[in-house]
């Protein structure tokens, strides 16, 4: 069972991660060509809407991770009948969300002119280019992307990776080709939303390939308590993605009335490379959360912290590698790309800072969501999201004041940190695994200044090279890398997990 499951979860991560890999590159050319035909407000105005639509997406409201959760132990007892009951309610659920933001996204329509901030009004009708925007999220949930929480939940997500791959390349060289000879806004747009039905349509087919039995009728449906008790869940898992969306798309409201919606556009070139390395991060996590789920169903509790304990310290030697990179290549990258054309596309060190930093934290209770959702415990932690969203509004406005694009990052980690990221930790880890709140907080710190430590020798190392030529910044990506996987070895070296998973890379190693 575990060898299968580390199998599914190494093809998963493999593929995922060089699709992703693949994607990161297209987005950096298409954004590049959007850049130079349609400027800077355009920019602003495709993150802005971006975001609103995150905001619609709320109608979701975590149906996916609720399904995967009950899909677990009907895929692992093979009974077909109890998944088709369940994939026939999951399509159900996502027509009503596809509705449901069909309808709130009109109603936003009349207050569209509070939001967008541009000095100069676009020749294109501001309404219409929203509706696109809306039409296009609704139409994920319209046409079968439900399926591929099927997939997920079987840890079998790289049966479609090779569909992924090729609509990321089929989607960059549409968006070359249609900016180059049209350079209309609209017009691109209409496009991208043909494309995500084709994508939808193609891979929905695949998933019937590999899962004949869903397009089977299905007569039977969920108990009154069974859809009782998936709400139930559902508001756990509502409730806590309410609170992480007032972090991670109010913020760009507030830049966009308060600053700019041109510095949403700045903003949104950071975004576009943290979002893709996030997804990266969180194709591991939804590599190993369908074996995750394996493990809490059917592991006794110190197999399941032997494994919590391993996975910790892998995400961890992932996820501060990943920030470093950031915090250390942002700048000089931007240099490069974007700072013959325009310096404003350059943000401050400080604004990088607390974007990396917020990064950080966001990856770094991935692991214990995971746990948390996988172990059905959608109870913890449901309402600190909340409370540290509206704190984040509150002290993003005053700092915004005085400090600008720094200080909204600024406030986004300190409500992160003090209202909902310990005590969720804490709170995961106690309920869960029985672990005492000090032990989590002393090993926490001792990673925390670890990662700090190693930054800080990254950046002096680097400091003399930092924003200068292309030649210096690939002599930085070398040493930033180079120097961080050396010291995070060097520390844990004779930790035994670390030894453990070392020990297993290379015999596998040899055995090929």
Known sequence: MENSRTKNSALTMM???????????????????????LGAEYLGLNGLFSNILSILALSEL????????????????????????????YCKCYNYVGLAILVLGCCLMPFLH?????????????????????????????????????????????????????????????????????????????FKLVLVIVKNLVISNKINHEYPYITHPCTGQLTKAERHQFFRDLYSISVFKIGSTFYNTLSN?????????????????????TSQVTVIYI???????????????CEPKNRQIKIYNKLSLITFLIYSLFTICLFQLFNSFMNVWLGAMEHDYILSQWVVLFICLNFYIDTSCQLDNVFRNAGGYFKIGQ????????????????????YGLAGIFAAQMFSKLLISYFPLILKVQKTIFGFKQKMVMVIWVKRFLTFIGIGAIVWLLCLPI??????????????????????????FHKDENFIEERERVMKAVKLR
């Open 15 to 37: 593929l995922s991660g060089m699709r992703q890999v693949f994607t990161i590159l297209l987005a950096f050319v298409s954004r590049t060509v959007f850049i130079y035909t």
């Open 62 to 89: 975590g149906i996916g991770a609720a399904i995967a959760f009950y899909l677990y132990k009907p895929l692992v007892d093979k009974d077909i009948e109890r998944i088709k009951i369940l994939m026939k309610f």
């Open 114 to 190: 509070y939001l967008v901030n541009l000095e100069q009004a676009l020749p294109e009708n501001l309404y219409i280019i929203y509706f696109i925007f809306i039409l296009q999220n609704a139409c994920t949930y319209f046409f079968f992307a439900y399926k591929q929480t099927l997939v997920s939940a079987n840890q079998e997500l790289y049966k479609i990776e090779k569909y992924n791959i090729a609509f990321s390349f089929i989607n960059c060289i549409t968006d070359i080709v249609i900016l180059l000879i049209f350079r209309n806004f609209i017009v691109y747009l209409l």
């Open 253 to 273: 409201l507030i830049i966009s009335i308060m600053i700019g919606t041109v510095a949403v556009g700045y903003y949104s070139n950071y975004f576009l490379i």
């Open 283 to 297: 194709l591991i996590m939804t590599a190993i959360s369908a074996g995750v789920g394996n493990v809490m169903a």
């Open 383 to 402: 309402y600190l999201q909340v409370g540290g969203g509206l704190f984040n509004v509150v002290l993003a406005i005053p700092l915004c004041h005085f």
């Open 466 to 491: 930092h924003e200068t030529t292309l030649l210096n910044f690939l002599y930085e990506v070398v040493i930033t890398l180079l120097v961080t996987i050396v010291l995070l070895c060097l520390v």
